[in-house]
């Protein structure tokens, strides 16, 4: 079993920065690949972005690229998420998955979920 936390939601202004961290507990946690991924108000949810357990790989949605930076430290068993240059159109509601595979940008492959976080963007 892995339990994953969020925190680092909050509000910000738009073209500010804000950095989500996503702390995991449980058995062999670090075998884990991780991803991110959000669900605006009234829509669906969305990969964000995902990370390899060693690190070494990243994948990122469109929306994001240029923009955010997912990454990891496995001797703390946290995983990052650095949102710079945010836009209104990031406020959402964030979640941390991991899954035993390969970093992926498809939800359906992760097992364990976090609780989430809230981003809030103000224009």
């Known amino acids: 079993q892995v339990q994953l936390k969020e925190s680092g939601g909050g509000l910000v202004q738009a073209g500010g920065s804000l950095r989500l961290s996503c702390a995991a507990s449980?058995?062999?946690?670090?075998?884990?690949?991780m991803g991110w991924f959000r669900q605006p108000p009234g829509k669906e949810r969305e990969s964000v972005a995902a990370?390899?357990?060693?690190?070494?790989?990243?994948q990122y949605a469109d929306s994001v690229k240029g923009r955010f930076t997912i990454s990891r430290d496995n001797a703390k068993n946290v995983v990052y998420l650095q949102m710079n240059k945010v836009k209104p159109e990031d406020t959402a509601v964030y979640y941390c998955?991991?899954?035993?595979?390969?970093?992926?940008?498809?939800?359906?492959?992760?097992?364990?979920w976090g609780q989430g976080t809230q981003v809030t963007v103000s224009s």
């Open positions: 998955a991991a899954e035993r595979g390969l970093a992926t940008l498809d939800s359906s492959a992760y097992d364990y």
């Open positions: 449980g058995r062999t946690s670090n075998v884990y690949a």
């Open positions: 990370i390899s357990w060693s690190g070494g790989s990243t």
